[in-house]
C-alpha cells in the first residue's frame, strides 16, 4: 500500500534531487528519506529512483507517481480539513499565495474579516506572481493562489498554464494605467493612448506584465524601448518619478505606493486584467477553504 507520507517524501526528492536536499525540506534526516523511499519502491514493486553518483533521476514510474502525488495529496488534505472542521477538532487552515499588489490590497481586508468571523482559522501568506503561484497550487503548497490574466493575451505554450481544471472565484477587473513624470508634456492631459508614448523609454513590471506591455503596443504600431524592468513596484514608480521613463500600472498597485513626482492617466482603450482566486475543486469543499474565498471576493467590491 502506497503511504500519503512516502509520497511527499518522492516529491520533496524530485524536486531538490537529492535525499540530503530533501531531508532538508522536510525537517528530518537523510537515513530516514533514504528508508522511506526504500519502503515506497517496496511498495509499488519497481524502481522509482536512478541513483548516478550524488544526482537523482526518476524512472518511467517514478516520473508517472510524482505527476499524481500532487493530486492526491491535495485531495487527502482537503479530506483532513474538512473532517477536522466538521468534527469541530478545528477551525482549518489555509496557506495562501498572492501577486504583491494583491497581498498588499485585497489579502488584508479579506483576512481580517476572515479573523473575526472564524477566529480559530490559520492563515499563512506566501507571494508568488502567475504562472508560479498557479504550479504551486497544482503542487499541493497551497490551497488558494491569487492570480490573474490579460484579455487578449497570446496563449501560454505551456498546457498547465491553464485553469480549466481549477475552481476560478472572479474577484475583480483590474484596471491598467499609465505612470509618467510630474513634468512630462502628457501630465495634465488625464488621459493617454499608447501610440503617444511610442518615443518614450519604459519601465516595465514582471515577465507577464511585460509581454503584455509588449503585446499592446506593437497592436499600436511600435515596440516600447524598455530601459528598467523589475518585479518591485515601488522601484517602478521611483524610476518613473525620477524622469527615468513611463510605465502601465494595474490599480491594484498604484494603490499600495506612494506616487511622488508622477502623474496618472488613464489609458484608451481602456485595459483591464481579471483577478482571481483559484483552488483545487476538492479543496473548495473544504470550509475554511470556502469561507476565505467568500472573504477575499468581499474584500474586491470595495
Known amino acids: 500500500m502506497i503511504e500519503a507520507r ?127 503561484s498557479v504550479e504551486m497550487l497544482r503542487g499541493g503548497d497551497c490551497e488558494i493562489a491569487l492570480a490573474f490574466r490579460y484579455p487578449h493575451a497570446v496563449p501560454d505554450p505551456d498546457p498547465a498554464a491553464g485553469w480549466d481544471d481549477l475552481v476560478v472565484r472572479p474577484l475583480l477587473r483590474d484596471r491598467l494605467v499609465v505612470m509618467v513624470p510630474h513634468d512630462h508634456r502628457l501630465a495634465g492631459s488625464g488621459t493617454v493612448g499608447i501610440g503617444e508614448l511610442a518615443e518614450e523609454p519604459w519601465i516595465a513590471g514582471c515577465p507577464r506584465c511585460r509581454r ?51 502623474a496618472t492617466l488613464e489609458v484608451k482603450p481602456e485595459v483591464r486584467r481579471e483577478v482571481v482566486a483559484l483552488t483545487l475543486p476538492d479543496l473548495a469543499r473544504v470550509p475554511a477553504v470556502a469561507a476565505t474565498l467568500d472573504r477575499l471576493e468581499l474584500a474586491a467590491r470595495r
Request: glycine share 10%.
Open 6 to 132: 512516502h509520497l511527499r517524501v518522492l516529491r520533496a526528492v524530485a524536486a531538490t534531487g537529492s535525499f540530503s536536499a530533501a531531508a532538508r525540506e522536510l525537517g528530518c534526516t537523510q537515513p530516514a528519506v533514504s528508508q522511506q523511499m526504500k519502503a515506497l519502491e517496496q511498495s509499488t514493486g519497481t524502481p522509482l529512483l536512478i541513483r548516478t553518483g550524488r544526482e537523482m533521476r526518476l524512472t518511467e514510474a517514478g516520473e508517472a507517481l510524482v505527476r499524481h502525488a500532487a493530486g492526491i495529496l491535495a485531495g487527502l488534505t482537503a479530506a483532513e480539513e474538512e473532517v477536522a472542521a466538521l468534527a469541530g477538532l478545528r477551525a482549518g487552515r489555509v496557506r495562501l499565495v498572492s501577486f504583491p499588489s494583491g497581498s498588499s490590497t485585497l489579502v488584508p481586508t479579506a483576512l481580517a474579516g476572515l479573523r473575526a468571523d472564524h477566529p480559530g482559522t490559520r492563515v499563512s501568506l506566501e507571494e508568488a506572481e502567475p504562472p508560479r
Open 212 to 262: 503584455h506591455l509588449v503585446e499592446v503596443c506593437e497592436g499600436e504600431g511600435f515596440t516600447p524601448r524598455i530601459d528598467f524592468a523589475t518585479d518591485d513596484y515601488p522601484a517602478v514608480v521611483g524610476l518613473v518619478g525620477a524622469g527615468l521613463g513611463v510605465a502601465v500600472l494595474p490599480e491594484l498597485a498604484v494603490e499600495c505606493v506612494r506616487a511622488k513626482g508622477t
